[in-house]
């Protein structure tokens, strides 16, 4: 964490200083502001947390509960989350009060005696070790509580307007707030008070039955039917042993999920109530709690089950459904205007619970759009960068779409009809980083380079996540994770990885590092907003090879020791060194001739260049940055 | 951390609900209260935070600033002090924004050209590997914070009334609340306003000035004169590539200790002024920065350095001084009557910076003394047990001040006094446990047994801290660290470490079991409060040998499974088995043959038994303990 190079901060140095739209911000709903965010869900409130990091934009948040989530929906968390949470500085706190998932156990009818279950097999949840983030089990009301603390935070100081609803919006280009919107009030001050405000892009992240979706016409597709689930947050006393491990169980009396919750003895029970018929018209949802209670305490058969409390019940009814655009721009009008409007989450895409992907999915196309949204707004990006969001999440809401569907197909699967198929716990292994959330995998695009340098580093997958790794912070001899440096802050990272010339007589780093710095074609001088850092945009750090003892910190070219802020002050947290038992260069296939890796804000692989490409290097950021006056 | 089983938790769960005292507590300074505890610094509030998990406790903290301790003082944070810091559970959330120290270096005149200093050496900061915790740098005001946060959210409630000016106190023996305190208000409401307030104890943590110390007539002895340091902490530009590293220079112009600090930029000089002459009258501490400065420059030539910002700084000038009593109980009084005044920190023991001490052992004088003020006040102690605290800790603040002799004039040496010694970095390096706060060695006692079976857990030295291990937790199949699972509740641990029978068969743990819950000589039946959960004053844990795939939950006996709180639910995390690849029985060399390890609430060995161990279990807890009616 760096604090106190602008002054001494005396309280806690998590709250950043009030600046731009942060500094008298309107308490109340004003008439204009640039970002109109509609629904504070995972979706939302991540698009707020990052945007609140641009304090040039005001960005307004609304939903129409009238105070925080307090309870319910979804609870797991994937470790590709728990990184997105590091970047948002929240990791070890929401860690420390969540349950981690260390293994699932398989329940399944006992062969001697079909109508009793028999734990049958027991996977690790991470086997490849896919991650050095946990997989937790936390309520979505906590999360969205660590953004909304993040966002409250931030420069631009964003909370939530509780208490409106969203009716409806039109587009009017020309105008410097073209998005026309809506509201009601539904909150204690303002019922039924209607108000019409003005904003330059509408976020809807407003959930499954999304009225942005309908005001923009884009069509959900997908499942006519849906399948329902009895979902309860369990209090009470059972002799099942795994009432504490993760469990799919399959009995004679039908299947259970088993989650356990955070705080000890909770546990959340997904009772299967089967697919909804078509034209039940919501009567599975009235399926009453004494009910599923019932069929969780079959299921469990031999085992007892005696209820205490139940914290929260719902009947949870979903399909799988794509929205078939994720912005307001239909299919023939694509290029010949930008988008103003977007869904992200629930909005746009769903699907069963049974994977627990939900909300880490929604809150990855939250901060896939935040950013872009940010940079166009502050001038640093031309307004097509846009369209890369619809094009970009699509994708991704496609696959995940299959995946759920081959999920959930064989969680429902009676053991009899899985004979010859592959088993629950086979498919679960072999399909487990989909799940953590790490298969996401960005084209080829104006934002993401083609893979002609993989090779140069092969353990950075182009277009995948930057997967982190440890090395040594030379100037405090600290061995940190490279990527838990990369904060939500909205920046791109470039990662330079040294060749073996000794420190101090690498040329080639020096003559880059010049570049970088002076050259009319660097992206560093054409995109920097004048007056700023030099690391304003680009976070820029170099990684040696060689051993740390053998460098002094001063020794790095002067890219990687910029001086900031209103000191002037030397930056020491961008000189590394791979650490001698874990060398970064091993563990992700760097090449022992240097490479540059470009990250991108949300934390995806951008671009791999040799150390020699300055036109690649240029070129790959023109069309995506805007030049500073 | 546990929560939800009296019904779900919304928000944070770090909150817990109030009680007793915290329910209505007075928001003005009543007239009587159980404990009054005079200074907000580092032995204040930890004192008022763990008190403040005694609800049946009313405990007010004064002092006589108007707020919040903004900036300066100690910065140096033991592991052993993080160590507390996770019992009080906010380690995490302060190592996040601390520096952490890894290598301390040396820096000494180049014998080609003794102007000039150079890196001599470069030590580990713990060599020996001997705390799973870091050794960190953050400034004393949040480490109070964190303190602070945890008291308000404690079930008692506790907060601190600021502006109050501690003047003198009487004792009146006899009356329920015998210690009568003149107070004078100095904040903005009450200016001038003199209070006399009533209280069963009260705690001087009033620092080195003490007016509590004065009003109990205790005496300070030691160093007749003081040593002076200049401090600053500075924001600047320097070519000295250490600036990130601890590190400790001698050069032909002085000496300095450079402590890097949090935020990554500050770093802290300590510039030895030396011994101040006897008569001095406070002359030295009006030092001028600028002179401190220049000396700073001249001291590490060769490599600049240019001040841009002095956050804070101050002659800290101070001796070794230790009181001759920590309680209002004179020598020849003892035995007659009962302690009704402490004193803690700084109050009762001074000494130089360079070890960085002083803001450590104060806390871990709280720690010693608020534990038995709750147990005294809730009625599950005798009274006697008060007596215990100046017992115990006059030994380790006189075992710091030696220690602290020695190693600040190897500090302050010039590298020809110390040819033939023993040098800077070996001495470091030798004796790093003591400054890393793990040297607390309580002799035998009422409170610790002597070492009659240490032999059955060698690992866990008889007196000194628990000090903690891996385990698997069985429930959940979650490695932990069994010690990190020791909050700062107030609870004696028991660890029951099992032999080597299979789970189930195991009779002598059985018998143990029914022994704890059933017989009237066990302490949990004689001590425990009627109707409190069986585990309300003994967490009691059991660690088996065999791997956890080989037991369920529900094989271990009822004392490690107990209900609790208003649904009878199960506590599951008492429960464990020693990992495969760090066995807990090999790394603290527990017997095979099995053995009970207790350990105080504030952490320390208290006594090993052997499993079959009844009448010494019973009769080690009879006289620290209050039989409840
Ligand atoms: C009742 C319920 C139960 C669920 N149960 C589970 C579960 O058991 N397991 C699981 O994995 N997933 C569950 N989910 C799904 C999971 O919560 C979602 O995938 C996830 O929340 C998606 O995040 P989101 O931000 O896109 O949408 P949401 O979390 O749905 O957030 C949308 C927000 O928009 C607000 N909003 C909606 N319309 C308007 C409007 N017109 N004006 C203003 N505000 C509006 C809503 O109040 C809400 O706060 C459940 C969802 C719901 C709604
Ligand atoms: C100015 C200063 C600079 C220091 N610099 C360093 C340093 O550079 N490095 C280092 O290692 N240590 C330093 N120390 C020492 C270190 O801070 C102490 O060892 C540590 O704070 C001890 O904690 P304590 O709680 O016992 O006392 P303190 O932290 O001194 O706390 C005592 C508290 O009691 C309050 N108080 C005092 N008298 C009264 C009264 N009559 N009524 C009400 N309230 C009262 C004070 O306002 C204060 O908040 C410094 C101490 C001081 C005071």
């Given at each position: 964490?760096?604090?106190?190079?602008n002054?001494?901060?005396?309280?806690?140095?998590?709250?950043e200083p009030a600046a731009g739209a942060g500094i008298d911000r309107p308490?109340?709903?004003p008439?204009v502001m640039d970002v109109l965010i509609?629904?504070?869900?995972?979706?939302g409130?991540i698009t707020a947390a990052q945007l609140s990091q641009f304090p040039d934009v005001h960005t307004r948040i609304?939903?129409?509960?009238?105070?925080?989530?307090?309870?319910?929906?979804?609870?797991?968390?994937?470790?590709?989350?728990?990184?997105?949470?590091?970047a948002f500085?929240?990791?070890?706190?929401?860690?420390?009060?969540?349950?981690?998932?260390?293994?699932?156990?398989?329940?399944?009818?006992?062969?001697?005696?079909?109508?009793?279950?028999?734990?049958?097999?027991?996977?690790?949840?991470?086997?490849?070790?896919?991650?050095?983030?946990?997989?937790?089990?936390?309520?979505?009301?906590?999360?969205?509580?660590?953004?909304?603390?993040f966002a409250a935070n931030s420069p631009a100081r964003t909370?939530?307007?509780?208490?409106?609803?969203?009716?409806?919006?039109?587009?009017?280009?020309?105008q410097e707030y073209p998005v026309?919107?809506?509201?009601?009030?539904?909150?204690?001050?303002?019922?039924?008070?209607?108000?019409?405000?003005r904003a330059k892009y509408v976020v809807?992240?407003?959930?499954?039955?999304?009225?942005?979706?309908?005001?923009?016409?884009?069509?959900?597709?997908?499942?006519?039917?849906?399948?329902?689930?009895?979902?309860?947050?369990?209090?009470?006393?059972?002799?099942?042993?795994?009432?504490?491990?993760?469990?799919?169980?399959?009995?004679?009396?039908?299947?259970?999920?088993?989650?356990?919750?955070?705080?000890?003895?909770?546990?959340?029970?997904?009772?299967?109530?089967?697919?909804?018929?078509?034209?039940?018209?919501?009567?599975?949802?009235?399926?009453?709690?004494?009910?599923?209670?019932?069929?969780?305490?079959?299921?469990?058969?031999?085992?007892?089950?005696?209820?205490?409390?139940?914290?929260?019940?719902?009947?949870?009814?979903?399909?799988?459904?794509?929205?078939?655009?994720?912005d307001?721009?239909?299919?023939?009008?694509?290029?010949?205007?930008e988008p103003r409007v977007f869904?992200t989450?629930?909005?746009?895409?769903?699907?069963?619970?049974?994977?627990?992907?939900?909300?880490?999915?929604?809150?990855?196309?939250g901060f896939n759009l935040a950013w872009k949204l940010g940079y166009v707004l502050s001038g640093q990006a031309p307004d097509s960068l846009l369209r890369t969001y619809?094009?970009?999440?699509?994708?991704?809401?496609?696959?995940?779409?299959?995946?759920?569907?081959?999920?959930?197909?064989?969680?429902?699967?009676?053991?009899?009809?899985?004979?010859?198929?592959?088993?629950?716990?086979?498919?679960?292994?072999?399909?487990?980083?989909?799940?953590?959330?790490?298969?996401?995998?960005?084209?080829?695009?104006e934002l993401?380079?083609?893979?002609?340098?993989?090779?140069?580093?092969?353990?950075?997958?182009?277009?995948?996540?930057?997967?982190?790794?440890?090395?040594?912070?030379?100037?405090?001899?600290?061995?940190?994770?490279?990527?838990?440096?990369h904060r939500a802050d909205g920046r791109y990272r470039i990662?330079?990885?040294?060749?073996?010339?000794?420190?101090?007589?690498?040329?080639?780093?020096?003559?880059?590092?010049?570049?970088?710095?002076?050259?009319?074609?660097s992206p560093v001088v054409r995109f920097t907003p004048k007056g700023a850092d030099a690391d304003a945009l680009f976070d820029i750090?170099?990684?040696?090879?060689?051993?740390?003892?053998?460098?002094?910190?001063?020794?790095?070219?002067?890219?990687?020791?910029p001086?900031v802020g209103?000191?002037?002050?030397?930056?020491?947290?961008?000189?590394?060194?791979?650490?001698?038992?874990?060398?970064?260069?091993?563990?992700?296939?760097?090449?022992?001739?240097?490479?540059?890796?470009i990250v991108r804000p949300d934390m995806y692989?951008a671009?791999?260049?040799?150390?020699?490409?300055?036109?690649?290097?240029?070129?790959f950021f023109a069309p995506i940055m805007r030049e500073q006056a």
């Open positions: 964490m760096q604090f106190h190079h002054g001494y901060v005396s309280a806690d140095p998590r709250v308490s109340q709903m008439d509609v629904g504070a869900g995972p979706a409130i609304i939903d129409r509960r009238p105070g925080r989530l307090e309870i319910g929906q979804a609870d797991g968390i994937q470790s590709r989350t728990v990184e997105t949470f590091q500085g929240f990791a070890e706190q929401i860690t420390a009060e969540a349950y981690i998932i260390k293994e699932t156990t398989f329940w399944n009818p006992d062969p001697q005696n079909p109508e009793r279950i028999i734990r049958t097999d027991r996977t690790p949840d991470d086997p490849t070790g896919v991650s050095e983030f946990p997989h937790l089990v936390v309520n979505q009301a906590r999360v969205i509580d660590y953004f909304a603390q909370v939530p307007d509780y208490g409106w609803d969203f009716k409806e919006l039109s587009v009017e280009e020309g026309k919107v809506t509201l009601v009030g539904c909150g204690e001050d303002n019922e039924g008070l209607e108000r019409v405000v809807g992240a407003d959930g499954a039955r999304s009225n942005v979706r309908r005001s923009i016409g884009a069509k959900l597709s997908g499942d006519k039917a849906n399948h329902a689930w009895g979902v309860m947050d369990t209090l009470g006393l059972t002799n099942f042993p795994d009432v504490r491990t993760k469990c799919a169980i399959h009995s004679k009396a039908g299947s259970i999920l088993l989650i356990p919750r955070e705080g000890g003895q909770l546990f959340r029970l997904y009772v299967d109530l089967g697919e909804v018929p078509e034209g039940d018209n919501g009567k599975v949802r009235e399926t009453p709690l004494e009910e599923i209670i019932e069929r969780a305490k079959a299921i469990l058969n031999p085992y007892s089950l005696e209820v205490k409390d139940v914290a929260w019940h719902s009947v949870y009814e979903v399909g799988h459904r794509l929205a078939d655009r994720f307001d721009v239909p299919v023939e009008e694509i290029g010949t205007r869904i989450g629930d909005a746009c895409h769903t699907h069963s619970a049974k994977a627990g992907q939900g909300m880490n999915v929604s809150m990855q196309d619809s094009d970009e999440r699509k994708v991704i809401a496609k696959d995940l779409i299959d995946f759920d569907k081959k999920w959930s197909s064989i969680m429902a699967a009676t053991p009899e009809e899985l004979v010859g198929q592959e088993g629950v716990a086979e498919f679960y292994v072999r399909t487990a980083e989909f799940p953590a959330g790490f298969m996401t995998e960005y084209a080829a695009s993401t380079a083609g893979k002609d340098h993989q090779e140069l580093a092969a353990g950075f997958p182009m277009g995948k996540r930057f997967r982190s790794s440890q090395v040594m912070r030379v100037a405090d001899v600290n061995p940190k994770h490279l990527g838990h440096h990662y330079v990885f040294a060749d073996q010339q000794p420190v101090g007589q690498f040329e080639q780093l020096a003559e880059l590092s010049r570049w970088l710095l002076e050259d009319e074609q750090k170099v990684i040696y090879q060689q051993d740390y003892t053998t460098m002094n910190v001063n020794d790095a070219p002067k890219v990687f020791r001086n209103q000191f002037g002050l030397m930056d020491y947290e961008k000189v590394y060194t791979a650490l001698e038992d874990s060398d970064i260069f091993d563990e992700r296939q760097v090449s022992r001739e240097g490479a540059i890796v692989v671009n791999i260049l040799p150390l020699s490409a300055r036109d690649e290097l240029a070129s």
